[in-house]
C-alpha cells in the first residue's frame, strides 16, 4: 500500500528556516517524481516544488525559488523541502505527493498519491 507521510511542520517567525520531511512506503521509491504543494487557508492548492525520481531535474515555483530546496535521502526513501528565509504568506498546510511517472510536473492531476499535509505557519 503506497503511503506518504509527512512531518516537520510548525510555528516560525519570518525569516526562520524549516525542514520538511515526506517519507514514502509500499512502492519502489526511486523511479517516481514527489511533488510539494500547499494550501493557504481560503485559496486553492498550488504547486510549489518537484523533482524526479533521480533528484536531476528540480523545479520550483517562482515565489519559492532561492529559498526552498528539495533533497533526497534514497537510503530512507524520503524526500526534504527545506525552507529558508520563510514569509508570512508561506503558511499554509503542505503536502507532497508521488506522481504517477518519473517527470516532475506542477499539475497537481499528475499525482496520484497525497500526504495528509503538515501545517506551516510563519509569524511577522
Known amino acids: 500500500q503506497v503511503r506518504l507521510v509527512e512531518s516537520g511542520g510548525g510555528l516560525v517567525q519570518a525569516g526562520d528556516s524549516l525542514r520538511l520531511s515526506c517519507a514514502a512506503y509500499g512502492y519502489l521509491y526511486s523511479i517516481y517524481a514527489i511533488g510539494w504543494f500547499r494550501q493557504a487557508p481560503g485559496k486553492e492548492r498550488e504547486f510549489v516544488a518537484a523533482d524526479n525520481w533521480k533528484g536531476e531535474s528540480t523545479i520550483y515555483t517562482d515565489s519559492v525559488k532561492g529559498r526552498f530546496t528539495v533533497s533526497r535521502n534514497s537510503a530512507r526513501n524520503t524526500v526534504y523541502l527545506q525552507m529558508n528565509r520563510l514569509k508570512p504568506e508561506d503558511t499554509a498546510v503542505y503536502y507532497c505527493?508521488?506522481?504517477?511517472?518519473?517527470?516532475?510536473?506542477?499539475?497537481?492531476?499528475?499525482?496520484?498519491?497525497w500526504g495528509q499535509g503538515t501545517q506551516v505557519t510563519v509569524s511577522s
Open positions: 505527493a508521488r506522481a504517477q511517472a518519473g517527470t516532475p510536473s506542477i499539475d497537481e492531476h499528475d499525482y496520484l498519491y
